[in-house]
Protein backbone atom coordinates (compact mmCIF):
# COMPACT_ATOMS: atom_id res chain seq x y z
CA UNK A 1 0.00 0.00 0.00
CA UNK A 2 1.18 3.91 -0.92
CA UNK A 3 2.12 5.56 2.13
CA UNK A 4 1.12 8.64 0.53
CA UNK A 5 -2.61 7.23 -0.01
CA UNK A 6 -3.68 8.21 3.69
CA UNK A 7 -2.43 11.91 3.62
CA UNK A 8 -3.97 12.47 0.24
CA UNK A 9 -7.14 10.78 1.89
CA UNK A 10 -6.85 12.79 4.85
CA UNK A 11 -6.41 16.52 2.90
CA UNK A 12 -9.22 15.45 0.46
CA UNK A 13 -11.30 15.21 3.40
CA UNK A 14 -10.41 18.63 5.03
CA UNK A 15 -10.75 20.38 2.08
CA UNK A 16 -14.16 19.03 1.71
CA UNK A 17 -15.06 19.75 4.91
CA UNK A 18 -13.15 23.43 4.73
CA UNK A 19 -15.44 23.82 2.10
CA UNK A 20 -18.62 22.81 3.15
CA UNK A 21 -18.18 25.51 6.23
CA UNK A 22 -17.61 28.50 3.58
CA UNK A 23 -20.46 28.28 1.28
CA UNK A 24 -22.84 27.15 4.05
CA UNK A 25 -21.96 30.32 5.70
CA UNK A 26 -22.69 31.82 2.83
CA UNK A 27 -25.90 30.50 2.48
CA UNK A 28 -27.14 31.28 5.57
CA UNK A 29 -26.06 34.93 5.67
CA UNK A 30 -27.90 34.94 2.17
CA UNK A 31 -31.20 33.42 3.63
CA UNK A 32 -31.23 35.46 6.69
CA UNK A 33 -31.15 38.92 4.80
CA UNK A 34 -33.92 37.77 1.94
CA UNK A 35 -35.79 37.05 5.91
CA UNK A 36 -35.00 40.37 7.01
CA UNK A 37 -35.90 41.94 3.76
CA UNK A 38 -39.24 40.26 3.61
CA UNK A 39 -39.98 41.31 7.22
CA UNK A 40 -38.72 45.06 6.46
CA UNK A 41 -36.45 44.62 8.75
CA UNK A 42 -33.02 46.61 8.42
CA UNK A 43 -29.86 45.21 6.90
CA UNK A 44 -26.49 45.23 9.36
CA UNK A 45 -24.31 45.04 6.85
CA UNK A 46 -22.01 47.84 5.21
CA UNK A 47 -24.19 47.72 2.20
CA UNK A 48 -26.96 49.20 4.11
CA UNK A 49 -25.03 52.51 4.82
CA UNK A 50 -25.10 53.33 1.60
CA UNK A 51 -27.65 55.76 0.11
CA UNK A 52 -29.99 54.86 -2.22
CA UNK A 53 -32.90 56.86 -5.02
CA UNK A 54 -35.64 57.73 -3.14
CA UNK A 55 -38.66 55.90 -4.04
CA UNK A 56 -42.05 57.58 -5.91
CA UNK A 57 -43.38 58.86 -2.35
CA UNK A 58 -39.71 60.52 -1.92
CA UNK A 59 -39.57 61.76 -5.47
CA UNK A 60 -42.92 63.36 -5.02
CA UNK A 61 -42.27 64.87 -1.73
CA UNK A 62 -39.07 66.38 -3.72
CA UNK A 63 -41.58 67.76 -6.39
CA UNK A 64 -43.80 69.25 -3.96
CA UNK A 65 -41.29 70.95 -1.71
CA UNK A 66 -39.37 72.46 -4.98
CA UNK A 67 -42.98 73.50 -5.98
CA UNK A 68 -43.73 75.15 -3.23
CA UNK A 69 -40.21 77.00 -3.13
CA UNK A 70 -41.01 78.19 -7.06
CA UNK A 71 -44.05 79.72 -5.31
CA UNK A 72 -42.95 81.19 -3.10
CA UNK A 73 -40.01 82.73 -5.14
CA UNK A 74 -42.60 84.24 -7.46
CA UNK A 75 -44.44 85.77 -4.80
CA UNK A 76 -41.72 87.71 -4.31
CA UNK A 77 -41.24 91.13 -5.92
CA UNK A 78 -39.28 94.69 -5.79
CA UNK A 79 -39.70 96.64 -3.26
CA UNK A 80 -41.04 99.56 -5.07
CA UNK A 81 -43.76 97.41 -6.90
CA UNK A 82 -47.28 98.58 -4.74
CA UNK A 83 -49.51 97.02 -6.32
CA UNK A 84 -51.27 95.60 -9.50
CA UNK A 85 -54.80 96.68 -11.44
CA UNK A 86 -56.26 93.05 -12.63
CA UNK A 87 -59.05 92.70 -15.07
CA UNK A 88 -57.47 93.61 -18.29
CA UNK A 89 -57.96 90.85 -21.57
CA UNK A 90 -54.90 91.68 -23.84
CA UNK A 91 -52.01 93.33 -23.99
CA UNK A 92 -52.64 97.02 -22.38
CA UNK A 93 -50.95 100.05 -24.54
CA UNK A 94 -51.55 103.42 -22.58
CA UNK A 95 -52.94 104.98 -19.09
CA UNK A 96 -53.38 108.37 -17.94
CA UNK A 97 -53.76 109.69 -14.47
CA UNK A 98 -56.43 112.41 -14.04
CA UNK A 99 -55.46 115.43 -12.73
CA UNK A 100 -56.12 115.08 -9.30
CA UNK A 101 -54.53 111.55 -9.61
CA UNK A 102 -57.34 110.04 -8.31
CA UNK A 103 -58.54 108.08 -11.58
CA UNK A 104 -56.65 106.58 -13.87
CA UNK A 105 -57.69 105.39 -17.27
CA UNK A 106 -56.44 102.42 -19.35
CA UNK A 107 -56.16 101.45 -22.89
CA UNK A 108 -56.48 97.49 -23.66
CA UNK A 109 -56.55 95.75 -26.83
CA UNK A 110 -59.80 93.51 -25.77
CA UNK A 111 -61.39 96.22 -27.00
CA UNK A 112 -62.36 97.54 -23.29
CA UNK A 113 -61.23 101.21 -21.71
CA UNK A 114 -61.08 101.29 -18.06
CA UNK A 115 -61.54 104.10 -15.43
CA UNK A 116 -59.87 102.51 -11.96
CA UNK A 117 -61.09 104.87 -8.48
CA UNK A 118 -57.39 105.47 -6.83
CA UNK A 119 -59.01 106.22 -3.39
CA UNK A 120 -56.07 104.57 -2.03
CA UNK A 121 -53.39 102.62 -4.20
CA UNK A 122 -52.43 100.59 -1.58
CA UNK A 123 -56.12 98.27 -1.68
CA UNK A 124 -56.52 95.43 -2.74
CA UNK A 125 -59.01 95.74 -5.15
CA UNK A 126 -60.32 98.84 -7.57
CA UNK A 127 -63.73 99.89 -8.67
CA UNK A 128 -63.74 100.59 -11.89
CA UNK A 129 -65.95 101.63 -15.04
CA UNK A 130 -65.64 99.27 -18.18
CA UNK A 131 -66.22 101.31 -21.09
CA UNK A 132 -66.28 98.80 -24.30
CA UNK A 133 -65.43 99.99 -27.86
CA UNK A 134 -67.48 100.02 -30.99
CA UNK A 135 -66.83 96.99 -32.58
CA UNK A 136 -63.70 96.74 -34.67
CA UNK A 137 -61.71 99.39 -32.18
CA UNK A 138 -58.73 98.22 -30.28
CA UNK A 139 -57.68 100.84 -27.46
CA UNK A 140 -53.86 102.03 -28.19
CA UNK A 141 -53.91 105.15 -25.86
CA UNK A 142 -56.12 107.19 -23.94
CA UNK A 143 -55.62 110.97 -22.38
CA UNK A 144 -57.95 112.78 -19.70
CA UNK A 145 -58.89 116.04 -20.43
CA UNK A 146 -59.45 119.41 -18.30
CA UNK A 147 -62.45 118.26 -16.37
CA UNK A 148 -61.51 114.99 -15.26
CA UNK A 149 -64.77 112.99 -16.32
CA UNK A 150 -64.14 113.08 -19.59
CA UNK A 151 -61.47 111.43 -22.20
CA UNK A 152 -60.23 110.74 -25.82
CA UNK A 153 -59.64 107.06 -26.67
CA UNK A 154 -57.02 106.53 -29.59
CA UNK A 155 -57.81 103.04 -31.75
CA UNK A 156 -56.62 100.97 -34.21
CA UNK A 157 -58.97 99.50 -36.65
CA UNK A 158 -58.65 97.00 -39.93
CA UNK A 159 -59.04 100.42 -41.78
CA UNK A 160 -56.80 102.76 -39.52
CA UNK A 161 -56.43 105.17 -36.49
CA UNK A 162 -59.34 106.47 -34.97
CA UNK A 163 -60.10 108.81 -31.80
CA UNK A 164 -63.17 108.80 -29.43
CA UNK A 165 -64.21 111.49 -26.68
CA UNK A 166 -66.13 109.81 -24.33
CA UNK A 167 -68.22 112.37 -21.27
CA UNK A 168 -70.56 111.71 -18.76
CA UNK A 169 -74.19 111.87 -19.79
CA UNK A 170 -76.36 115.23 -19.64
CA UNK A 171 -79.72 116.57 -18.81
CA UNK A 172 -80.22 113.81 -16.65
CA UNK A 173 -82.04 115.10 -12.60
CA UNK A 174 -79.61 114.49 -10.08
CA UNK A 175 -82.46 112.71 -8.06
CA UNK A 176 -82.48 110.41 -11.09
CA UNK A 177 -78.95 109.60 -10.78
CA UNK A 178 -78.74 109.19 -7.02
CA UNK A 179 -81.12 105.95 -7.66
CA UNK A 180 -78.98 104.86 -10.02
CA UNK A 181 -76.91 101.48 -8.31
CA UNK A 182 -74.11 102.51 -10.67
CA UNK A 183 -73.17 105.79 -12.12
CA UNK A 184 -73.96 105.87 -15.87
CA UNK A 185 -71.32 105.27 -18.64
CA UNK A 186 -69.70 108.31 -20.40
CA UNK A 187 -70.89 108.66 -24.04
CA UNK A 188 -69.14 109.05 -27.08
CA UNK A 189 -69.58 112.93 -27.72
CA UNK A 190 -67.24 113.07 -31.08
CA UNK A 191 -65.08 110.69 -33.11
CA UNK A 192 -63.23 110.68 -35.91
CA UNK A 193 -61.91 108.08 -38.39
CA UNK A 194 -59.12 107.00 -40.24
CA UNK A 195 -57.67 110.37 -38.66
CA UNK A 196 -53.33 109.13 -40.22
CA UNK A 197 -55.09 107.13 -43.51
CA UNK A 198 -54.38 103.56 -42.96
CA UNK A 199 -51.06 104.31 -40.34
CA UNK A 200 -51.66 103.55 -36.95
CA UNK A 201 -50.89 105.48 -33.75
CA UNK A 202 -48.13 104.85 -32.02
CA UNK A 203 -48.95 107.61 -29.01
CA UNK A 204 -51.50 110.37 -27.93
CA UNK A 205 -50.52 112.76 -25.09
CA UNK A 206 -52.81 115.54 -24.14
CA UNK A 207 -52.06 118.78 -21.62
CA UNK A 208 -53.97 121.61 -20.53
CA UNK A 209 -52.88 124.46 -22.12
CA UNK A 210 -52.03 127.83 -19.66
CA UNK A 211 -49.10 129.27 -21.49
CA UNK A 212 -49.96 133.39 -22.46
CA UNK A 213 -53.68 133.60 -23.65
CA UNK A 214 -54.47 129.93 -23.85
CA UNK A 215 -58.29 129.20 -22.20
CA UNK A 216 -57.26 126.04 -19.99
CA UNK A 217 -58.28 123.42 -22.57
CA UNK A 218 -56.68 120.61 -23.40
CA UNK A 219 -54.99 120.16 -26.47
CA UNK A 220 -54.10 116.29 -27.84
CA UNK A 221 -51.56 115.41 -30.07
CA UNK A 222 -51.52 111.92 -32.16
CA UNK A 223 -48.34 110.95 -33.11
CA UNK A 224 -48.38 108.26 -36.27
CA UNK A 225 -46.23 105.82 -36.68
CA UNK A 226 -45.27 107.33 -40.15
CA UNK A 227 -44.11 110.57 -40.15
CA UNK A 228 -47.05 112.99 -39.31
CA UNK A 229 -48.65 114.79 -36.17
CA UNK A 230 -51.62 115.80 -35.69
CA UNK A 231 -52.46 118.78 -33.23
CA UNK A 232 -56.46 117.90 -31.80
CA UNK A 233 -59.11 120.20 -29.52
CA UNK A 234 -60.28 117.76 -26.77
CA UNK A 235 -63.17 119.00 -26.12
CA UNK A 236 -64.66 119.90 -29.67
CA UNK A 237 -62.36 117.32 -31.59
CA UNK A 238 -61.65 120.21 -34.02
CA UNK A 239 -58.67 119.39 -35.74
CA UNK A 240 -55.68 122.60 -34.93
CA UNK A 241 -53.06 121.62 -36.76
CA UNK A 242 -50.93 119.25 -38.85
CA UNK A 243 -46.95 118.82 -38.62
CA UNK A 244 -44.85 116.50 -40.27
CA UNK A 245 -41.70 115.43 -39.21
CA UNK A 246 -39.56 114.33 -42.54
CA UNK A 247 -37.85 111.68 -40.64
CA UNK A 248 -38.68 108.57 -42.18
CA UNK A 249 -40.39 106.93 -39.17
CA UNK A 250 -41.77 108.40 -35.75
CA UNK A 251 -40.85 107.11 -32.36
CA UNK A 252 -43.42 109.09 -30.57
CA UNK A 253 -43.96 113.31 -29.78
CA UNK A 254 -44.78 115.01 -26.24
CA UNK A 255 -46.39 118.41 -25.38
CA UNK A 256 -44.62 120.62 -22.62
CA UNK A 257 -47.20 120.55 -19.52
CA UNK A 258 -48.20 124.38 -20.40
CA UNK A 259 -48.87 123.78 -23.96
CA UNK A 260 -46.32 125.62 -25.48
CA UNK A 261 -44.33 123.47 -27.71
CA UNK A 262 -44.69 120.11 -29.12
CA UNK A 263 -41.48 117.96 -29.68
CA UNK A 264 -41.12 114.60 -31.49
CA UNK A 265 -38.25 111.53 -31.59
CA UNK A 266 -38.01 109.92 -34.98
CA UNK A 267 -35.60 108.31 -37.13
CA UNK A 268 -32.88 110.68 -37.30
CA UNK A 269 -30.27 111.87 -33.89
CA UNK A 270 -31.91 115.65 -34.31
CA UNK A 271 -35.72 116.40 -32.38
CA UNK A 272 -37.81 119.01 -33.95
CA UNK A 273 -39.42 121.29 -31.73
CA UNK A 274 -42.86 123.16 -32.77
CA UNK A 275 -44.67 126.13 -31.05
CA UNK A 276 -48.51 126.25 -30.48
CA UNK A 277 -49.86 129.79 -31.16
CA UNK A 278 -52.82 130.89 -29.35
CA UNK A 279 -54.93 133.54 -30.08
CA UNK A 280 -56.19 136.62 -27.88
CA UNK A 281 -59.51 134.05 -27.47
CA UNK A 282 -57.47 131.45 -26.45
CA UNK A 283 -57.99 129.34 -28.90
CA UNK A 284 -55.01 127.50 -30.95
CA UNK A 285 -54.63 129.80 -34.07
CA UNK A 286 -51.37 128.02 -35.61
CA UNK A 287 -48.55 125.23 -35.23
CA UNK A 288 -45.12 127.11 -36.05
CA UNK A 289 -41.73 125.08 -36.46
CA UNK A 290 -39.53 126.76 -33.54
CA UNK A 291 -36.11 125.02 -32.96
CA UNK A 292 -34.28 121.95 -33.42
CA UNK A 293 -32.62 119.95 -31.03
CA UNK A 294 -28.96 118.60 -32.41
CA UNK A 295 -25.93 116.84 -30.76
CA UNK A 296 -26.65 113.31 -30.45
CA UNK A 297 -25.34 110.64 -32.44
CA UNK A 298 -28.36 108.38 -33.32
CA UNK A 299 -31.74 108.42 -33.39
CA UNK A 300 -33.81 109.88 -30.39
CA UNK A 301 -35.97 106.84 -29.22
CA UNK A 302 -37.60 109.08 -26.17
CA UNK A 303 -38.20 112.33 -24.92
CA UNK A 304 -40.01 114.12 -21.65
CA UNK A 305 -40.56 117.73 -20.95
CA UNK A 306 -39.66 119.21 -17.27
CA UNK A 307 -42.47 120.47 -15.07
CA UNK A 308 -41.63 123.70 -16.14
CA UNK A 309 -41.44 123.79 -19.93
CA UNK A 310 -38.05 124.92 -19.86
CA UNK A 311 -36.41 121.88 -20.47
CA UNK A 312 -36.23 119.00 -22.47
CA UNK A 313 -34.52 115.15 -21.59
CA UNK A 314 -33.82 112.92 -24.51
CA UNK A 315 -32.44 109.33 -24.84
CA UNK A 316 -30.89 108.49 -27.91
CA UNK A 317 -29.51 105.02 -29.74
CA UNK A 318 -25.88 106.40 -28.92
CA UNK A 319 -25.98 105.41 -25.37
CA UNK A 320 -26.88 109.00 -23.66
CA UNK A 321 -29.61 110.94 -22.31
CA UNK A 322 -29.32 115.01 -22.58
CA UNK A 323 -30.73 117.64 -20.77
CA UNK A 324 -31.27 120.83 -23.19
CA UNK A 325 -33.07 124.22 -22.31
CA UNK A 326 -35.52 125.14 -24.85
CA UNK A 327 -36.25 128.41 -23.23
CA UNK A 328 -34.42 130.78 -25.62
CA UNK A 329 -35.08 133.42 -27.86
CA UNK A 330 -35.60 131.51 -30.84
CA UNK A 331 -36.97 134.09 -32.76
CA UNK A 332 -33.62 135.67 -33.12
CA UNK A 333 -31.87 132.42 -34.01
CA UNK A 334 -30.49 131.42 -30.63
CA UNK A 335 -30.19 127.30 -30.28
CA UNK A 336 -31.74 125.49 -27.46
CA UNK A 337 -28.32 124.63 -24.80
CA UNK A 338 -27.15 120.75 -23.24
CA UNK A 339 -27.26 121.41 -19.65
CA UNK A 340 -25.64 118.05 -18.51
CA UNK A 341 -25.36 114.75 -20.39
CA UNK A 342 -25.23 110.91 -18.70
CA UNK A 343 -24.66 107.77 -20.38
CA UNK A 344 -27.65 105.11 -20.46
CA UNK A 345 -26.86 103.05 -17.59
CA UNK A 346 -28.22 99.45 -19.30
CA UNK A 347 -25.83 96.99 -21.47
CA UNK A 348 -26.39 93.74 -23.05
CA UNK A 349 -24.25 90.81 -22.03
CA UNK A 350 -21.56 91.99 -24.18
CA UNK A 351 -21.32 95.42 -22.55
CA UNK A 352 -22.54 97.44 -25.31
CA UNK A 353 -24.90 100.24 -24.70
CA UNK A 354 -28.84 99.83 -24.48
CA UNK A 355 -31.23 102.97 -25.30
CA UNK A 356 -34.64 103.45 -23.64
CA UNK A 357 -38.14 103.20 -24.65
CA UNK A 358 -39.46 105.42 -22.55
CA UNK A 359 -39.42 108.20 -20.50
CA UNK A 360 -41.14 109.97 -18.17
CA UNK A 361 -39.95 112.82 -15.37
CA UNK A 362 -42.18 113.16 -11.54
CA UNK A 363 -44.51 115.89 -11.36
CA UNK A 364 -41.24 117.76 -8.83
CA UNK A 365 -38.88 116.81 -11.37
CA UNK A 366 -36.43 114.63 -9.24
CA UNK A 367 -37.04 111.13 -10.42
CA UNK A 368 -36.78 110.18 -14.13
CA UNK A 369 -38.43 106.88 -14.90
CA UNK A 370 -36.86 104.88 -17.86
CA UNK A 371 -37.64 101.89 -19.40
CA UNK A 372 -36.19 99.14 -21.69
CA UNK A 373 -38.23 96.26 -22.65
CA UNK A 374 -39.68 94.58 -19.26
CA UNK A 375 -36.91 97.09 -17.25
CA UNK A 376 -37.43 99.47 -15.54
CA UNK A 377 -35.23 102.28 -13.40
CA UNK A 378 -35.33 105.18 -11.62
CA UNK A 379 -32.57 108.39 -12.27
CA UNK A 380 -31.86 110.92 -10.20
CA UNK A 381 -32.97 114.04 -12.81
CA UNK A 382 -30.07 115.87 -12.02
CA UNK A 383 -26.84 113.35 -11.87
CA UNK A 384 -28.51 110.59 -13.88
CA UNK A 385 -27.47 108.21 -10.82
CA UNK A 386 -29.67 105.13 -10.89
CA UNK A 387 -31.98 105.10 -7.65
CA UNK A 388 -33.01 101.46 -8.08
CA UNK A 389 -33.88 99.08 -11.28
CA UNK A 390 -36.70 96.12 -11.51
CA UNK A 391 -35.07 93.90 -14.25
CA UNK A 392 -38.36 92.51 -14.52
CA UNK A 393 -41.02 95.04 -14.04
CA UNK A 394 -43.34 92.71 -16.20
CA UNK A 395 -43.76 89.62 -17.99
CA UNK A 396 -42.64 91.54 -21.35
CA UNK A 397 -42.21 94.43 -22.62
CA UNK A 398 -43.41 97.62 -20.97
CA UNK A 399 -45.85 99.66 -23.20
CA UNK A 400 -46.04 103.25 -21.59
CA UNK A 401 -45.28 105.01 -18.19
CA UNK A 402 -46.51 107.74 -16.61
CA UNK A 403 -46.60 109.33 -13.21
CA UNK A 404 -49.62 110.78 -11.11
CA UNK A 405 -49.54 114.18 -11.58
CA UNK A 406 -50.20 114.46 -7.57
CA UNK A 407 -49.61 112.25 -4.31
CA UNK A 408 -51.82 109.82 -3.45
CA UNK A 409 -52.32 108.24 -0.45
CA UNK A 410 -50.78 104.71 -0.01
CA UNK A 411 -51.99 103.43 3.04
CA UNK A 412 -51.33 105.53 6.36
CA UNK A 413 -48.36 107.71 3.97
CA UNK A 414 -48.60 109.16 0.96
CA UNK A 415 -46.36 109.32 -2.77
CA UNK A 416 -45.86 109.99 -6.06
CA UNK A 417 -46.77 106.98 -8.03
CA UNK A 418 -45.68 105.75 -11.39
CA UNK A 419 -47.85 103.87 -13.50
CA UNK A 420 -46.71 101.07 -16.13
CA UNK A 421 -48.70 99.38 -18.78
CA UNK A 422 -47.32 96.11 -20.35
CA UNK A 423 -47.70 93.33 -22.64
CA UNK A 424 -48.70 90.91 -20.15
CA UNK A 425 -52.36 92.04 -19.29
CA UNK A 426 -51.29 94.17 -16.72
CA UNK A 427 -51.00 97.41 -15.33
CA UNK A 428 -48.93 98.35 -12.30
CA UNK A 429 -48.13 100.85 -9.60
CA UNK A 430 -44.85 101.52 -8.35
CA UNK A 431 -43.98 103.67 -5.17
CA UNK A 432 -41.32 106.30 -5.59
CA UNK A 433 -37.69 105.77 -4.46
CA UNK A 434 -38.12 106.40 -0.37
CA UNK A 435 -34.80 108.32 -0.71
CA UNK A 436 -35.79 110.92 -2.20
CA UNK A 437 -37.82 113.99 -0.65
CA UNK A 438 -40.52 115.26 -2.30
CA UNK A 439 -41.20 119.27 -1.50
Known amino acids: ?23 GNYFMKQKSEVEALAKGEPLND ?19 HFHAADKEQNKKHHPLDLNTLKGHGDSVGGLCFSSDGKNLVTACADGVVRVFRLDDVSNKSFKFLRINMPAGNHPLAVSFLEDDSSFVVATQTLS ?50 SYGSADGSTVIASCSEATEIKLWHGKTGKLLGTVDTNQLKNHMAAITPNGRFMAAA ?4 DVKIWEIIYSKDGFVKEVNKAMQLKGHKSAVTCLCFTPNSDQVITASKDGTLKVWNINVRYHMDEDPKILRGFPIPLHDSKGASLHYDHLSLSPDGKILAATHGSTLQWLCAETGKVLDTAEKAHDGDITWITWSPKILPVGNSESFILGTSGVDKKVKLWLAPLFIHHE
Open 266 to 269: AFTA
Open 46 to 64: ANSKKSSKPTASKKSQLKH
Open 160 to 209: GSSLYMYAEENGKPSSERKEQAKLPLPEIKWEHSNIHDKNGILNMFGTTA
Open 1 to 23: MDPLLPIILLSTILAAIIAFLIF
